[in-house]
């Protein structure tokens, strides 16, 4: 038996987190003053735009490991400039943390708690990336082109 600890809840953020209960995009037409919102797949972000400055979360919901569509959603609203809590939640695994974060999210909280340890090595384990997205870092071969 090892000493490994284990969190529920992975967030990279500074500022205090919002307990605010999430309403699905659907509600947040009805209660635009919800201060949190919950995106299920098939559900556009797009919708949230015009919102963003009074949204201080936004869950992103992942019912199973295949479904990629909630990058797409982190993606479309970090690039839209929105600066609050993104969070993953539901069948979220340790491999998946750290493209999630290149795509914009800094906070996950999936259904089986993940090892400490795990999560820190899923950050640290790649100097280098490939793609660009709204993340700042600078894929590889644009460094490449950079020194040459």
Known sequence: MT???FTELVRLREDSASDAPAVTVDS?????????????PGDDAR???????????VEINFPAFG??????AAQILREAGY????????????????????CGFDAFQPDVPMNEADVEAAF???????QKTSDTRVPIWAQRHQDG
């Open 28 to 40: 947040f037409a009805e209660q635009s003053n919800a201060g949190a919102v919950r995106i299920e």
């Open 3 to 5: 000493d490994a600890s």
């Open 83 to 102: 600066t609050g809590e993104i969070r993953a939640v539901g069948d979220v695994a340790v491999d998946q943390l750290f493209p999630m974060r290149r």
């Open 67 to 72: 479904d990629g569509r909630g990058y797409s």
């Open 124 to 130: 640290t384990r790649w100097k280098n990336v490939y």
């Open 47 to 57: 919708l949230l735009l015009p919102h963003l400055d009074h949204i201080t979360r």
